[in-house]
């Protein structure tokens, strides 16, 4: 379901003034603190009405400032899923869900119910109070609750802004699973890279309230243009998971021939995953490394390299059916003697590719 976005919007001395469209799945909503993406998010739901500005959904038109067209929230059936969990306190988990099921109407049947607990791994907290559950429950039972509200679209505002890492770790494999199945299209708002490249299968990138690029993530992020700050080009893996190394703590990760040894995560062997491996963080040898820390060393061959910018080049590496973008130094591209078509080594450290 696709989803037209035009808005121009003057909050005190910001101005938003964006435009684009997604084809459904995982969108997100990309860039810095105080960009403007959670007042894209706002007028998409309907909490902020723009100055001017355009929704359409489906082929629906949700809202025109030309025509005076603009549908009250609760008439878009759209999902909001906030930074924090919003849940009742009062109210247990069961009821807490049964209050999505109300939103929507008559036909949110039990087998509906079922099917949503047991895709967010609920069901063991179902007669608790929100105040008895970490973050990354709260959120989950946020989730449901949006779910169960049967919404045509799912909007998500930096849903795990407020978690630490090992509560986002538990988390991202139910939001993997809600893109995988739950067949509605979500709006993911996002200033974390490691999320975007997980789930998102497209990214708009937005900065001082204007849409700066848009695009499939992985083209996206594999540019070191003015599209993405070039502190954060990089290379998008997807592999599966084909094994958990408990005794050290490690996941191991095939993509084509490479194997990556990855931090652990809360995932099945056998499940999709993505990696995404920032240019800064791989370094480039000539000759196989011995007796290093590092555990992915993965050889290649160069494919070309990026004109010099301020002292560094991005160097493209094909490593067994993976492209891989490594940022050097132009002094070492010379100490090495770098060029197209030159066999190297390009390593990466383990602790560089956790969530």
């Known amino acids: 379901m696709s989803l037209e976005v035009e808005a121009r919007h003057r909050i005190g001395s910001f101005t938003i003034d964006a435009a684009f469209q997604s084809g459904g799945g995982v969108t997100a909503l990309f860039g810095r603190s105080g960009s403007g993406k959670t007042s894209l998010v706002n007028i998409i739901a309907g909490l902020l009405r723009p100055d001017r500005g355009r929704i359409v959904l489906g082929g629906e038109l949700i809202a025109d400032s030309e025509r005076k067209v603009f549908t009250p929230v609760h008439r878009r059936r759209f999902g909001y899923v906030f930074q924090e969990s919003r849940l009742f306190p009062h109210l247990s988990v069961r009821k807490n869900l049964a209050y999505g099921r109300w939103f929507a109407g008559v036909g949110r049947s039990s087998a509906e119910f079922a099917r949503v607990v047991e895709m967010l791994g609920i069901g063991h907290l179902l007669d608790r109070r929100p105040s008895t559950l970490s973050g990354g429950e709260r959120q989950r039972v946020a989730l449901g609750r949006a779910l169960l509200a049967a919404p045509r679209l799912l909007l998500m505002d930096e849903p ?174 010379e100490a090495l003697r770098l060029e197209p078509g030159r066999p190297v080594h390009a390593i990466v450290k383990t602790v560089a590719l956790g969530y």
């Open 160 to 333: 795990l802004a407020a978690l630490d890492e090992a509560r986002k770790a538990e988390i991202l494999p139910y939001l993997e699973r809600l893109r995988d199945e739950a067949g509605i299209p979500i709006v993911y708002v996002s200033h974390n890279l490691a999320e975007v490249t997980r789930l998102a299968q497209h990214v708009i990138m937005v900065e001082n309230g204007r849409v700066k690029a848009s695009g499939a993530t992985a083209a996206i992020l594999s540019q070191s243009t003015a599209s993405l700050p070039r502190r954060e080009a990089g290379a998008l893996i997807e592999g599966l998971v084909e094994l958990h190394d408990d005794a050290h703590h490690l996941t191991l990760v095939r993509a084509g021939e490479c194997l990556f040894h990855i931090p652990h995560v809360f995932a099945p062997t056998g499940h999709a995953l993505r990696l995404y491996i920032a240019a800064r963080d791989v370094m480039l040898a000539t000759t196989r490394p011995q007796e290093i820390s590092a555990l992915n060393v993965l050889s290649g061959t160069i494919i070309d390299l990026s004109p010099a910018h301020e002292g560094s080049v991005d160097v493209r590496v094909a490593c067994g059916g993976n492209i891989i973008l490594a940022r050097i130094t132009t002094l070492s591209r």
